[in-house]
């Protein structure tokens, strides 16, 4: 909570911080893998958060101190570097040198993080990490972005507070902190995470179109979002979510299109043959994936919540199947929830290859399925499993 983040701030500062924001962490609810491909996602900013307790000082360094990771991470402005026993600060550096590249200018500060969203369970702490600190020093040293480049600083209120950033402004901020992670932690990610934790609205799943980038919330009313995690840590850096990419992309150069968003399923089946095997699956998981999230929107759109979970089943085999980016423990995740009969619907979530899945369940029935889930685990695996119930809340302030 953000009280953590603040006594932590205070305990190692020792006093008060000038600021304090939020970042939550995103659940991908649909579309697996569609973002880079400039498809479409169901996404939703989730009730579990990155916090940072912020405040400037005037040594032209920087000191970072999370609640997770021993010890504080100290260096100076003009030299922001990789400190491999600090790889958890790559996030907060990547950020600041993209916001220097794009002529923000910024002091040396002090910053304690707090998080509640658990590291590489498919929520994306890294994406809430990226804004909270971009938002940090926006507190710090106002600034406003536009697509073009920067706009006329916001006024502080008199609390000092600089306000909260205007819906216009979201989209570029989400292009910093996914360029942060792709050039400078070294994961070719696309822009989903980002645009979640920053646009998420309450009781609302929100389409992205990764093409027009036009952002429709979908009310999706009486469900929680119950994550599940494998306890199988995925670390995407490792290469195998940059693999997927490499080979999403040069199925689109084969088939002559600058992304797999342009493709048809009958186009992709008839040009097999041209394609390796492995690119030939990956893209048909995407153009079946891209196609499942309009159906999924219309069902959300006619209120029928059971045809929307069995597209997330649906989502769920061809990831397993055609991208390859499961586990079995997420296979028999996804099972065991297939047979609670209040379950109504179940899939991988996130990068893949470890993880968590998400599961749509009525609210009133969440803690059943918990209790249920969790049993059945156990006694497949011997190993204990602690379901979370995430609601479905605001974007970053």
Same mark, same amino acid.
């Given at each position: 909570?953000?009280?953590?983040?603040?006594?932590?701030?205070?305990?190692?500062?020792?006093?008060?911080?000038?600021?304090?924001?939020?970042?939550?962490?995103?659940?991908?609810?649909?579309?697996?893998?569609?973002?880079?491909?400039?498809?479409?996602?169901?996404?939703?900013?989730?009730?579990?958060?990155?916090?940072?307790?912020?405040?400037?000082?005037?040594?032209?360094?920087?000191?970072?101190?999370?609640?997770?990771?021993?010890?504080?991470?100290?260096?100076?402005?003009?030299?922001?570097?990789?400190?491999?026993?600090?790889?958890?600060?790559?996030?907060?550096?990547?950020?600041?040198?993209?916001?220097?590249?794009?002529?923000?200018?910024?002091?040396?500060?002090?910053?304690?993080?707090?998080?509640?969203?658990?590291?590489?369970?498919?929520?994306?702490?890294?994406?809430?990490?990226?804004?909270?600190?971009?938002?940090?020093?926006?507190?710090?040293?106002?600034?406003?972005?536009?697509?073009?480049?920067?706009?006329?600083?916001?006024?502080?209120?008199?609390?000092?507070?600089?306000?909260?950033?205007?819906?216009?402004?979201?989209?570029?901020?989400?292009?910093?902190?996914?360029?942060?992670?792709?050039? %400078?932690?070294?994961?070719?990610?696309?822009?989903?995470?980002?645009?979640?934790?920053?646009?998420? /609205?309450?009781?609302?799943?929100?389409?992205?179109?990764?093409?027009?980038?036009?952002?429709?919330?979908?009310?999706?009313?009486?469900?929680?979002?119950?994550?599940?995690?494998?306890?199988?840590?995925?670390?995407?850096?490792?290469?195998?979510?940059?693999?997927?990419?490499?080979?999403?992309?040069?199925?689109?150069?084969?088939?002559?299109?600058?992304?797999?968003?342009?493709?048809?399923?009958?186009?992709?089946?008839?040009?097999?043959?041209?394609?390796?095997?492995?690119?030939?699956?990956?893209?048909?998981?995407?153009?079946?994936?891209?196609?499942?999230?309009?159906?999924?929107?219309?069902?959300?759109?006619?209120?029928?919540?059971?045809?929307?979970?069995?597209?997330?089943?649906?989502?769920?085999?061809?990831?397993?199947? %055609?991208?390859?980016?499961?586990?079995?423990?997420?296979?028999?995740?996804?099972?065991?929830? /297939?047979?609670?009969?209040?379950?109504?619907?179940?899939?991988?979530?996130?990068?893949?290859?470890?993880?968590?899945?998400?599961?749509?369940?009525?609210?009133?029935?969440?803690?059943?399925?918990?209790?249920?889930?969790?049993?059945?685990?156990?006694?497949?695996?011997?190993?204990?499993?602690?379901?979370?119930?995430?609601?479905?809340?605001?974007?970053?302030?």
């Amino acid at each position: 909570m953000m009280s953590d983040a603040t006594e932590l701030f205070k305990k190692h500062f020792g006093h008060t911080p000038a600021h304090s924001v939020r970042a939550p962490g995103r659940l991908e609810v649909l579309g697996n893998h569609t973002d880079y491909n400039l498809g479409l996602v169901l996404s939703a900013a989730i009730d579990r958060a990155i916090h940072v307790a912020v405040s400037p000082r005037h040594d032209g360094r920087i000191e970072l101190v999370s609640s997770t990771h021993p010890g504080p991470e100290l260096f100076w402005l003009d030299k922001i570097e990789h400190n491999p026993a600090r790889r958890w600060a790559d996030y907060c550096k990547g950020v600041l040198l993209q916001l220097r590249k794009r002529g923000v200018h910024f002091s040396g500060f002090n910053a304690a993080i707090h998080g509640t969203v658990p590291s590489g369970a498919g929520m994306s702490s890294s994406a809430a990490l990226e804004v909270a600190t971009a938002l940090a020093v926006r507190q710090l040293f106002p600034f406003s972005l536009k697509e073009t480049g920067l706009g006329a600083p916001p006024a502080r209120d008199a609390q000092g507070h600089v306000p909260s950033m205007p819906a216009a402004e979201r989209l570029p901020l989400a292009r910093v902190c996914s360029a942060a992670e792709n050039e %400078f932690v070294g994961v070719r990610s696309g822009l989903m995470d980002q645009i979640t934790s920053l646009c998420g /609205r309450v009781g609302n799943v929100l389409e992205i179109d990764f093409q027009s980038f036009r952002i429709d919330p979908f009310p999706i009313p009486g469900v929680v979002l119950v994550v599940c995690d494998s306890g199988v840590k995925h670390s995407l850096v490792a290469g195998h979510y940059n693999e997927l990419r490499e080979q999403c992309e040069g199925a689109a150069r084969v088939l002559g299109v600058s992304s797999l968003r342009a493709v048809e399923m009958k186009t992709l089946k008839a040009a097999k043959d041209k394609l390796t095997e492995r690119q030939f699956q990956c893209a048909h998981h995407i153009v079946s994936e891209i196609q499942r999230v309009v159906l999924a929107s219309r069902a959300l759109r006619e209120d029928d919540l059971q045809l929307f979970g069995q597209y997330l089943y649906e989502s769920h085999a061809s990831s397993r199947d %055609f991208l390859k980016n499961s586990a079995p423990e997420l296979d028999l995740l996804v099972e065991l929830a /297939r047979g609670i009969p209040f379950c109504i619907g179940a899939r991988l979530t996130g990068g893949g290859f470890g993880g968590a899945t998400v599961n749509l369940v009525a609210h009133h029935q969440a803690p059943e399925f918990m209790s249920e889930i969790a049993h059945k685990y156990k006694e497949r695996t011997g190993k204990l499993l602690a379901p979370v119930a995430c609601q479905i809340v605001d974007g970053a302030a």
